[in-house]
């Protein structure tokens, strides 16, 4: 148990549709990550939230956004939804800015999204 | 464009026998994470390694960066079913993104 939070579990979406995904952060931690993670692949990053500004966004074009609160949780917008957008969604929190800084992260349980 | 390589990609053993699993890249990473997923699960932090050379044991798993931080191993001795799930890598990046880079993954299932 990680103390980090998604919702929905699952969601089925149609193509062009908008949708939003949704992360409670670890307490304590101030920082939200986002993962894509297709179906027999590894994650990849999408960006990064650090005290409610974003830190470093992944190869993904604009359709993808995000907001990170007060309370450092944070939300994934993804609009006109396409079919390979369909994939598990991954929120991880930390207590500072990851990657070079060696912070650890620790992840939720995802969000499955279809899009049909 | 930093990558992590892992191998094998998929890898079925009996009760007892042991592993290693490898994550390579041609890149220098600040750290390096190991991670096991289940099925519909997010991935659960075992380890970081952070220097050089180090080893880190965990029961039956023992984790090591390289010398030069480009790769990593992970050994499992004795496998139990229980170990059964997908283990990921993830290189913190040095390009100054502030994100980890995931290996594709290694599948293991451990029969009883």
């Known amino acids: 148990e990680t103390g980090v939070t998604q919702s929905p579990t699952h969601l089925i979406k149609t193509r062009g549709q908008q949708v939003t995904l949704r992360c409670s952060s670890q307490s304590g931690h101030n920082t939200v990550s986002w993962y894509q993670q297709a179906l027999g692949q590894g994650p990849q990053f999408i960006f990064q939230y650090y005290r409610e500004e974003e830190n470093g966004r992944g190869n993904f074009p604009p359709r993808y956004s995000g907001l990170q609160f007060p309370n450092y949780s944070s939300e994934l917008n993804v609009n006109a939804l396409e079919l390979d957008d369909s994939a598990l969604y991954l929120c991880a929190s930390s207590l500072s800015l990851t990657g070079a800084t060696n912070t650890e992260a620790f992840f939720g349980q995802g969000t499955r999204l279809t899009v049909v | 464009t930093q990558l992590l390589e892992q191998s094998p990609q998929f890898l079925s053993i009996q009760e007892g026998e042991n592993l290693t699993v490898y994550c390579n890249s041609s890149?220098?990473?600040?750290?390096l994470q190991w991670y096991r997923q289940e099925p519909g699960e997010g991935p659960v932090l075992l380890v970081t390694v952070v220097t050089g050379g180090e080893v880190k044991k965990l029961k039956r798993l023992t984790f090591q960066f390289g010398d030069a931080r480009k790769d990593s191993s992970l050994h499992i001795t004795a496998a139990q079913p229980g170990d059964t799930g997908l283990y990921l890598c993830?290189?913190?990046?040095?390009?100054?993104?502030?994100?980890?880079?995931f290996g594709t993954g290694t599948r293991l299932k451990v029969l009883a």
């Open positions: 993830a290189g913190g990046s040095t390009s100054g993104t502030y994100k980890y880079i």
């Open positions: 890149s220098v990473f600040s750290s």
